[in-house]
């Protein structure tokens, strides 16, 4: 995975993205299916997950919440 550091804050953010956008919601994907996304994603060094309130009307943050939780 390659990472490149943010700004001046010296973090390193990957420079893959997990969009969480379809997490929740009719029609997509279910809550195990989202964890198993994540960790994958985890899994490979992505560290940089995209999540909205505006994500299936939050329910989207709650889904990555509990899967990073575990």
């Given at each position: ?10 973090m ?25 996304i ?27 919440g ?5």
């Open positions: 995975m390659r990472y490149r550091v943010l700004g001046g804050t010296g390193r953010v990957s420079t893959y993205c997990l969009g969480t956008m379809m997490f929740g919601g009719i029609g997509n994907p279910d809550h195990d299916d989202c964890a198993r994540t960790h994958a994603a985890l899994d490979a060094g992505v560290n940089f997950v995209d999540t909205a309130d505006m994500y299936s009307a939050g329910e989207s943050e709650i889904i990555v509990k899967a990073l939780k575990g």
